[in-house]
């Protein structure tokens, strides 16, 4: 019985510290319609700057815009209402996969649309 009861006291001790962590409530991915980005340059060196509205959300997050069909991108800070840019251009055209991605201490989340001027399409994602 000895033995017993110092097993019994680890395993509430250990339940009960079990009890105090709670699960980090996850964060949207970027929503395409909020996303807008301006193109300039001419059409051999276009490039493209991200703006994000406001969202509390995002505050605190570091910001990836990365082209996938270029292999190029950049990476900044949300501003402290969460939002975003405009960020330093990132060379890009229309009809590039551009992703989005949010990066908080806990949780990464990501969008992927083909790049076109201004806001972006809530249907034309990225793909094949």
Known sequence: MRVLRPTLLLTGFVLALGGCVTPSIPIPPP???????????????????????????YEGSIVFIYNRDRGVGIIEAAHPDGSV???????????????VSFQREDQTVSTCVRLREGAQSSIDYCGP
């Open 31 to 57: 929503d395409p319609a909020r996303m807008e980005f301006t193109l300039t340059g001419d059409a051999a060196n276009k490039s493209a700057s991200f703006v994000y509205p406001p969202d509390i959300n």
């Open 85 to 99: 840019g405009p960020t330093a251009p990132v060379r890009a055209n229309v009809g590039e996969q551009m992703v």
